[in-house]
């Protein structure tokens, strides 16, 4: 099979034909093999083995393929896909780079590849329609039977179809009980589409092989596609068997006809004796109809002989002449085979026709006399006049040759597209004209030939010799114009070509300087624009000096600039002189000659407006340099004063002379002076709220920003609360716990002693070490680590990694006393559980503060004792947990 090598391997590539083949292929394989019992699901995977690729091919081809090797090793499947490739290249099909290999690899396009020879050779291959095959044949099939529908016009196999038009009309040519395809409506596809899948899946069992959304969604279906659900609707339509090919051949085949009637006889063998009579009496017609058709020929024989025929030239006459033997000899062979063959059925015509015949013979004989003088002649004269012919043949087939040849030429000769084209257009249509001179003076050859070949046909008195010298003289006349328009265009094209390198060379000389001074007007534009940031005088005074430098050099670029319009204006002079049409600008630059007008007087606009800008800004540089000023001589004060007091505070904290309400009075005296500084803070802050509406960021005249101050302040508030509230807190915790004077000073002392940061905590090794130089065992030591874990699990219940004064304070007040005791603390969770063995969250909540509650929600077990109810709460576990093992 000529395989159209339809399976096109870059399209299969495109993701939106491979899911439409994958369907299509998939839906048709399985309508093949269900009547083997099976089905594939995964087209690629399935024939990996090869036996279902075999069995379908049986089932196909109804021929049976060697038997299947069972085994499951790769080589197993190699060997049946070879056999199953091997069958269908026995077919005639020529499978192009598809092998075994790819196959059994679950290559996806190489296996969509080969379904698709298989559809070709088994399904659409045989299709005839008026002596097309195949995809044309089907392609006509097709257009034939929805010509009579409106909407409908199948020219392809792919957007012919998206509307589902040509699909519904298949089916309601045939079935028109099936669909009412007057109500269906062509801007409605996907209904259209969906009707046609389903009606012909339910009623002419053509399984559904494609997707409307597929089909509509997609630019352009695919074509194997549809080619492959349309052969599904052939051969169910136009499955009927061919008759054998009888009337046109003069002996039928003997085997076809009785295969054929073999048909009839099973079909009718138990018919009855009156339908028998029937068909005899069918066949003595069948006869006699013959015999007046051979009656008919011999007449129109015998008339042919008187006659003749018109000739269109003396070599066909004389072929005639030659060849009446076989005419004549045929006639009387049929006279012989009716005056016989007929005789017992119609006597008459011959009787009827005896002098005819006799006539005939004595015509036959005189035409023989006469033929053995010229058979010499017409001999020699066929020969010559073949030649001849030929020869005739030949000039018409060289002239035909140089007139398509030819066709066009003075047209494109004529043109004058160099007018308008540029100077690499006009070299290149030099190289095509140099190109085609060397193809005029090559066909200088056929030319002559024709006009050789046209003289000696007309030396030998040809017959038509008139037209072809007329032929040929208009081929040697166009031939003249042609060398004449071929010189002409040649000088047009050079002379264009100097003029437009002459502008060429000043289009590259405006090029180079029109760059560099393009650049200049934009950056200069750009820096007249810039919206300049300054602080300080001395920055506003150098960008004045700058711009009055720049306006030094505005008279020699405007020198410039009319230089370089002076090369623009010289190119235009040229075009103008020479009557060329200039196609497009520069072709080295954008730069146009507008565009350089355009910024410079941009420029210009802009010098006057900078000179403005620049001087108000020197003014409002003025007036910042007051304002930073100002605020440096206040802030220059308030910032020492607050770093003083920040010392002093720190070093009250850390020497703490005094009893505990000395130092408390003392602070509160000094948070008091602080609190009487306010009015300079408030003084600073209107001077700085000044400053930032004018937008200063920088004051060289002080080290201290408003944030630095602000902060400062706060810090310096917040560091004198903090210590009044220590203060405050030591005498409660001295109050609360029984601690004296003199341990609160000694934990104070060591507590500050190891807040090397002075942050009011300590981390975890910096307690280590105040703990150790109270005298606690809580060295490296596996005791030790434990002894520090359960004291940091006491100071640090939240694992935050420090301990604050307060917990410290805590801790040490617990184990310098013998108050709450873990017994104690037990049975005080007892009095608020209302004396039962566990305690609830809402009664935490009810009696202890919030955080305090919350603690201890977080870190009690849940109560398991036999009188426990849901949320109980066991604070004994807690509570010992806290002091180590209860007494109880």
């Known amino acids: 099979m000529a395989q159209e090598d339809d399976w096109d391997r870059d399209l299969l590539l495109d993701p939106a034909w491979e899911r439409q083949q994958r369907k299509t292929f998939t839906a048709w394989c399985n309508s093949h093999l269900r009547k083997a019992g099976t089905q594939i699901e995964n087209i690629e995977e399935d024939f990996r083995d090869g036996l279902k690729l075999m069995l379908l091919l049986e089932v196909i081809s109804g021929e049976r393929l060697p038997k299947p090797e069972r085994g499951k090793m790769r080589v197993h499947k190699i060997n049946n896909v070879n056999k199953a490739l091997d069958f269908i290249a026995s077919k005639g099909v020529r499978l192009v780079s598809i092998g075994a290999e790819e196959i059994v690899d679950g290559n996806v396009k190489m296996t969509l590849g080969m379904i698709w020879t298989i559809i070709l050779r088994f399904a659409i291959q045989d299709i005839s329609v008026e002596e097309t095959s195949a995809k044309e044949g089907l392609l006509l099939w097709c257009q034939r039977k929805t010509a009579p529908y409106k909407n409908v016009n199948v020219q392809n196999f792919h957007i012919s179809w998206k509307d589902g038009l040509a699909f519904n009309a298949l089916i309601h040519r045939h079935r028109p009980e099936l669909i009412d ?310 000088e047009a094209l050079e002379k264009t070509e100097k003029q437009l390198e002459t502008i060429d060379q ?85 730069v146009t000659p507008q565009s350089i007008n355009s910024k410079w007087d941009k420029v210009r606009q802009l010098v006057p407006q900078r000179d403005q800008a620049l001087q108000s800004e020197q003014n409002q540089q003025l007036s910042n340099e007051d304002l930073r000023r100002q605020f440096a001589s206040q802030a220059n004060v308030i910032g020492p004063w607050i770093q003083n007091n920040m010392e002093e505070i720190g070093r009250i904290s850390i020497e703490m002379n005094g009893t505990l309400e000395d130092q408390l009075n003392n602070l509160r005296a000094y948070e008091q002076s602080i609190i009487n500084y306010r009015p300079n803070m408030e003084e600073l802050e209107q001077c700085h709220q000044q400053i930032q509406a004018a937008l200063i960021f920088d004051n060289q005249h002080t080290n201290y920003t408003m944030e630095h101050i602000r902060v400062g302040w706060e810090q310096l508030l917040t560091t004198i609360a903090r210590t009044i509230n220590e203060v405050e807190n030591q005498i409660l915790t001295r109050d609360a716990k029984g601690i004296s004077q003199e341990q609160l000073h000694e934990f104070r002392t060591s507590f500050n002693h190891f807040d090397k940061d002075h942050s009011g905590k300590l ?106 109810m849901p949320g109980a709460l066991d604070y004994i576990s807690f509570s010992t947990a806290l002091y180590g093992e209860s007494d109880l």
């Open 181 to 490: 395809y007057d109500k269906l409506r062509k801007d409605d596809p996907i209904t259209n589409l969906n009707n046609a899948f389903e009606v012909a899946e339910k009623y002419l069992d053509i399984p559904k092989m494609l997707d409307a959304e597929d089909v509509v969604n997609t630019a352009r279906p695919d074509e194997k596609a549809i080619m492959t659900y349309v052969s599904s609707f052939y051969h169910a339509f136009s499955g009927a068997q061919k008759v054998p090919y009888i009337v046109g051949t003069l002996r039928p085949d003997e085997k076809a006809i009785m295969t054929y009637v073999s048909c009839f006889y099973h079909a009718f063998s138990g018919a009855q004796k009156a339908e028998t009579a029937a068909n005899r009496i069918c066949k003595v017609l069948a006869v006699n109809q013959e015999n007046e058709h051979l009656m008919e020929d011999y007449e129109k024989l015998a008339s042919d002989i008187k006659g003749g025929a018109c000739m269109c030239n003396i070599y066909k006459i004389v072929q005639c002449v030659y060849g009446e033997t076989t005419y004549y000899v045929d006639l009387e062979t049929r006279a012989s085979w009716i005056s016989v063959g007929l005789l017992l059925f119609t006597p008459f015509f011959l009787k009827k026709k005896q002098k005819k015949i006799k006539d005939i013979n004595n015509s036959w004989q005189n035409l023989e006399q006469a033929e053995k003088g010229y058979e010499e002649w017409l001999l020699n004269e066929i020969r010559r006049l073949e030649r001849l012919d030929h020869l005739a043949e030949k000039f018409r087939q060289k002239a035909s040759i140089h007139e398509a040849w030819s066709e066009g030429k003075e047209t494109m000769l004529k043109q004058k597209d160099y007018e308008t084209a540029t100077l690499s257009d006009i070299k290149a249509l030099i190289r095509k004209h140099e190109a085609f001179e060397s193809d005029l003076a090559a066909h200088q050859d056929r030319v002559e030939q024709v006009s050789y070949i046209a003289f000696y046909l007309f030396e030998l008195d040809y017959y038509d010799s008139p037209n072809v010298n007329a032929r040929c003289q208009k081929i040697c006349e166009q031939w003249d114009a042609l060398g004449t328009l071929t010189q002409n265009r040649r």
């Open 506 to 590: 000043l289009y590259l000389e405006y090029a180079k300087r029109a760059a560099p001074f393009n650049n200049w007007m934009e950056g200069a534009m750009e820096d007249l624009q810039d919206m300049f940031i300054v602080h300080t005088i001395e920055e506003i005074q150098g960008l004045m000096t700058a711009h009055e430098q720049f306006k030094c050099t505005l008279p020699e670029a405007d020198k410039e600039r009319e230089a370089i319009l002076g090369i623009h204006n010289e190119v235009q002079k040229i075009a103008e002189y020479n009557n060329i049409k200039l196609s497009g600008g520069n072709p080295y630059t954008s």
């Open 763 to 868: 981390g975890p090794e910096e307690f280590k070490a105040c703990l150790i130089s109270l005298g606690y065992d809580v060295e490296n030591d596996k005791q030790g680590e434990a002894e520090f874990a359960r004291i940091m699990g006491i100071v640090d219940p939240n694992n935050a990694g420090v301990v604050s004064f307060q917990a410290f304070i805590d801790f040490m007040s617990r184990e310098t006393t013998d108050t709450d005791t873990a017994d104690q603390v037990i049975a005080s969770f007892k009095i608020l559980a209302g004396d039962k063995g566990y305690i609830t969250a809402d009664e935490l909540r009810r009696e202890l503060p919030p955080d305090q509650a919350e603690y201890c929600i977080a870190r009690m077990a849940p109560y398991r004792g036999p009188d426990a």
